[in-house]
């Protein structure tokens, strides 16, 4: 804990720890210790980790990257980081991201942006580390903490860590409980650790999971000892390779990347076979569409009333001034879209055109996999993004479709409500880490993880 708040002083420029708690974090490691001597410690015990910013911690600031939660101190804690507390692991403090995870590049953070630790070979452009689980990926590729929670709804998670090379996983929708995280998009959110490499996140995946009474989207099924289920053999499964994720104008190192990685788990002794998920394309439309719908749902509750930041209204400001006055200074632009297209979405004249369509095509995505599934095919291999890491600004302000582009791999693994793993592959032509990612049956991630250690 000590070397960590340590690197974390000297690390400003990476921006990626955005409340630093270092008192309560020597509290807990102390605390740790001490179980440890007793021969009492729990799986991470005194283990020092991060949380992202969309995690509410007990009295810690808990902002969603967002002014509009400027100053909010939870008066609880949520499931998943009281999980890890539980089992031992030391909080050092929160963790940049996208305004309430909505982006991929860090560049929406109400706190400006965290910080890719790499760079390009031959140049000195700051890179983003991807969002919205950018903090997270960052700290833990510069080893700021020793692993970090995050959040995909979208992408946060995987995408993140294939830009900077680390492990993260997206359990199955309804492993880990959502209590007490900043709700997105409540039917795509989950949580899940981001990791140096596949054990750790077996270990802290097991840690974080629990069937709680508090989200009824939680399951009931017992969490698997998963670091158990890592042997290492995948002799006989079959691994489907999806035709519609060799998408037009692919890089052709993202491409080598992919059938390397095929090879890798051919030589572990598992099948490989071409399998077809028909509907893919209308995934990135459905998402988008799906997301803002429920974010502006969600988001009607910052009001400037029940949290954090409200206007200073002028004499004879009513209500409605404040509800727009709060909303306007609060949220970021990209939120802001959000909230405009979810609400157009689901106006009664648009619902049945997009919000309705949308949830049809979800159908449609999520039967592709059962098909495949049903099939005998027990992990889908795809790149984890459709390049490595770009600079920050080079997207910003540009058009926005642009930026949801860099979803295409991962949206339907949330609209599926699957689990899906990146793990770093290799490196591009100009030193860059990228990810590949396992795709797995639901509720089978100890089986996932296992699959995904083949490729490291
Ligand atoms: N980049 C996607 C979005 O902006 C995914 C975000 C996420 O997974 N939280 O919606």
């Known amino acids: 804990t000590e070397a960590c708040l340590k690197a974390i ?24 210790d001490a179980r440890i001597a007793q021969g009492d410690a729990p799986a991470m015990c005194g283990l020092p980790i991060g949380i992202k910013d ?61 910080v890719n630790p790499w760079r390009r070979g031959n140049d000195d452009t700051a890179l983003t580390p991807g969002g919205s689980s950018g903090g997270s990926a960052s700290a833990v590729a510069a080893d700021l903490c020793l692993a970090a929670t995050g959040t995909d709804t979208g992408g946060s998670i995987r995408q993140p860590a294939a830009f900077v090379g680390i492990t993260g996983i997206k359990p199955t929708y309804g492993r880990c409980s959502r209590w007490g995280i900043v709700a997105f998009a409540s039917s795509l959110d989950q949580a899940g650790p981001m990791t140096k490499d596949v054990r750790d996140a077996a270990i802290m995946l097991e840690a974080m999971c629990s069937s709680d009474p508090k989200d009824s989207t939680s399951t009931d099924l017992p969490v698997p000892n998963f670091e158990a289920m890592l042997t290492g053999d995948i002799r006989g499964k079959t691994i489907g390779i999806p035709k519609e994720y060799r ?32 509907h893919t394309k209308y995934a990135l439309p459905a998402y988008y569409v799906i997301a803002p719908a429920e974010a502006s749902s969600n988001l009607a509750r910052y009001d400037g009333v029940r949290y954090g930041h409200r206007a200073k209204l002028a004499q004879g400001d009513g209500i409605t001034e404040m509800y727009e006055k709060t909303r306007a200074e609060g949220f970021g632009k990209e939120v802001q879209r959000r909230v405009m297209v979810g609400t157009y979405v689901l106006s009664a004249g648009f619902y049945d055109a997009y919000y309705n369509r949308a949830r049809k095509v979800r159908t449609l995505i999520k039967k592709d996999f059962e098909d495949v599934f049903a099939q005998g095919v027990d992990a889908i291999l795809t790149p984890a993004t459709p390049s490595a890491a770009f600079g920050l600004g080079e997207m910003q302000d540009a058009d926005p479709v642009q930026m949801y582009l860099n979803d295409v791999f991962t949206v339907t693994v949330n609209l599926a409500g699957l689990p899906g793993i990146a793990v770093p592959a290799g490196l591009d032509r100009q030193g860059l880490p990228l990810g590949l990612q396992l795709i797995g049956r639901p509720w089978e991630e100890g089986d996932l993880l296992n699959t995904a250690l083949a490729l490291e």
């Open 9 to 32: 002083e000297g690390a400003d420029a990476l921006n990626a720890f955005v409340h630093k708690t270092p008192e309560i974090a020597l509290e807990r490691a102390r605390a740790a």
């Open 54 to 114: 969309l995690f509410c911690t007990k009295g810690v600031p808990s902002q969603a990257a967002s002014n509009i939660l400027k100053g909010f101190l939870p008066e609880y804690e949520s499931t998943v980081s009281q999980n890890l507390l539980d089992a031992g692991a030391v909080m050092l403090g929160k963790l940049n991201m996208d305004e309430f995870a909505m982006g991929s590049s860090n560049e929406t953070s109400a706190y400006g942006n965290a």
């Open 247 to 278: 998408m037009d104008g692919m890089p052709d190192e993202i491409e080598a990347l992919w059938t390397r990685g095929a090879e890798m788990l051919k030589d572990a002794g598992a099948k490989i076979v071409d399998i077809s998920l028909p």
